[in-house]
């Protein structure tokens, strides 16, 4: 099955090979090559905007995503903290019915 949506994914190589690990590790290496997290696996609430819902008893991909805190005046960056996130592969959704 191939899907075509897009996500704002703006992570690292480190974040990529954490999930297309475990992508290889649940479907294979085939699937792992064809993982692009910008437009094959997203959040519960992406599929959900482009119009596909997670299969009932699926379980998420774990990746992380940093989040930063700037200076209200300076608009520095002041801190970085990392946030846990959960994934959904493509093989993991179906198309939403009315």
Known sequence: MTITVKSNWTGSESTLNLVKKQIAQ????????????????????????????????????????????????TGKVIEKTPRSINLFYELQVEPETA
């Open 26 to 73: 649940r479907w294979g290496e085939d699937e792992a090559n064809r993982y692009n997290p910008k437009e094959n696996c997203l959040t519960f609430k992406d599929w959900l905007k482009n119009g596909y819902i997670v299969k009932k008893g699926e379980k998420t991909l774990k990746s992380f995503v940093i989040v930063e805190k700037k200076d209200k005046e």
